[in-house]
């Protein structure tokens, strides 16, 4: 892409924040763009990692296989999200499998060139330490959710987690960029399609939350915090 979109568009991904407009333009020299279409697979769980990549826009769901063979979602990946460099760090196969959620494009960088970026430049180093430890406590506090929290207030901690890093504010309230379906939000909370619809449709009753074109959109995210933090049956 052109130079002055390149870094207009890098200038906005988390990972390289702190870096001048030279290293962003190095950065940029070596990734090459790929488009994927809704439902199609990038990666698959135990495949050979050999490249990360950058969501430029659309969205990626990564998820894992169960032992009961279900599909259990992970995170979601947004525009300025980076993804894939663990199995480039530890040169171990994918641990989980990448798909898109809707039509999106990724940019794309070769394992050498990204450990030659890592190895040259320390603030993209310690970005990625950084967001590899974010991502860490993210997934503790996740586990904890699943351990203590019923369905209702896992979708509320769920929901402000995504509108963190994927809300723009909007005249309705912070709509989180990413389009969630029941299933897709079902397997990120580890519950039935069933029981997250039910919460779902209880926190639209309270004004909570709306459905604004196939997005969901935060009305009221000092409730679902205080939801998180409550103990009282609420439905």
Known sequence: ?????????????????GLDDAELAA??????????????????????GNAVYIVGSGSVRIYVHAEEGQEVSVVLYGAGDLFGEMSLLDQLPRSATAEAIEDTVLWVMGEDAF?????????????LML??????????????????????RRIAKRLLSLA????????????????????ALASLI?????????????????GWI???????????????????GGQDTWW
């Not at 488009?35 to 135990?46: H, N, V």
């Not at 406590?137 to 209702?152: G, H, K, M, W």
């Open 164 to 183: 963190l890093r994927q809300g723009i504010q909007t005249d309705r309230g912070l709509r989180i960029t990413t389009r969630l379906t029941q299933t």
């Open 131 to 152: 967001t590899l430890s974010t991502r860490l406590r993210e997934t503790n506090e996740a586990i904890e959710a699943l351990a203590s929290l019923d369905v209702p």
């Open 27 to 48: 950065f940029g020299r070596d990734l090459s763009r790929r488009t994927l279409e809704g439902g199609e697979t990038l990666f698959y769980q135990g495949d050979a």
């Open 1 to 17: 892409m052109p130079l002055e979109k390149s870094l207009s568009f890098l200038h906005q991904v988390p990972i390289l924040d």
């Open 115 to 127: 450990r030659r970026h890592l190895q040259e430049d320390n603030q993209l180093a310690l970005n």
């Open 190 to 206: 580890s519950a039935s399609r069933e029981s997250t619809n039910r919460a779902l449709r209880s926190l639209q009753r309270k």
């Open 210 to 228: 709306d459905m604004v074109d196939g997005y969901i959109v935060i009305l009221e995210p000092g409730e679902l915090s205080r939801l998180v």
